[in-house]
């Protein structure tokens, strides 16, 4: 079956410490993959956004990497800071052309002051 | 403006009332779709709008019924729910279909069913 999976349901972190979330996908091949914050009661926000035929994305504190033969896409958050605590959902197109978005399960992240 | 605009906020509703979510962009989206949220899961879509016709549905209950009045607008009309449809509903745009540059998303409407 087809799934994406964010592989902590919950992070706690350090105030200035990197966070490192995960998304995996099985049976999927997306054209492109996408990462949204979401805060309590509120809709996604779009961060970043990273195709195929590319590894790495940057904005300002924020890293996404994309690695199409392990399935897997690794967002960074630098210098994280308590503001940064929210759910962060990773979502992405497949090739298949029905262009829709499927969102991960997301991860609850905290960042400790 | 850069916004999605979703009224009401919140929605108390009895299983035999008719109600309906508004959703609202002036971005010039081509796009237009409604999430069901369940809390501490992703959002899970329901309807996609392309240049006002409907042109994905998820195989969701006859008693949600959506409509695109225009390339602004979007509705989603309840009927006969079921508690089990409690939710927060999203709705969002992209400027189409296949647009890479992600969704603008509303901040949702809480629904609850009696």
């Known amino acids: 079956s087809q799934k994406i999976e964010q592989n902590s349901e919950a992070l706690n972190i350090q105030e200035g410490k990197t966070a490192t979330l995960t998304c995996n996908y099985t049976?999927?091949?997306?054209?492109?993959l996408q990462w949204y914050r979401q805060d309590p009661g509120r809709g996604p926000v779009f961060l970043l956004l990273i195709r195929e035929n590319e590894k790495e994305k940057r904005k300002e504190r924020l890293k996404v990497t994309f690695d199409t033969t392990l399935k897997q896409s690794l967002f960074h958050i630098t210098a994280s800071q308590p503001a940064d605590s929210a759910t962060y959902l990773c979502a992405l197109v497949p090739t298949s052309g029905t262009y829709k978005y499927i969102f991960g399960t997301g991860t609850r992240l905290k960042v400790l002051a | 403006d850069t916004e999605v605009t979703q009224t009401p906020k919140h929605l108390v509703m009895g299983m035999t009332n008719k109600k309906s979510l508004k959703c609202e962009q002036h971005?010039?989206?081509?796009?237009m779709y409604w999430y069901k949220q369940k809390a501490k899961k992703p959002p899970e879509l329901m309807f996609v709008y392309s240049y006002e016709k409907l042109s994905i549905n998820e195989s969701v209950p006859s008693r949600f019924s959506p409509e695109c009045p225009n390339s602004s607008l979007l509705n989603l009309h309840l009927h006969a729910l079921q508690p089990e449809d409690s939710a927060l509903y999203l709705c969002?745009?992209?400027?189409?279909?296949?647009?890479?540059?992600?969704?603008?998303f509303g901040s949702g409407t809480r629904l609850t069913v009696v």
């Open positions: 969002a745009s992209s400027q189409d279909r296949g647009s890479s540059h992600g969704y603008t």
């Open positions: 971005m010039g989206h081509r796009a």
């Open positions: 049976n999927y091949s997306p054209a492109y």
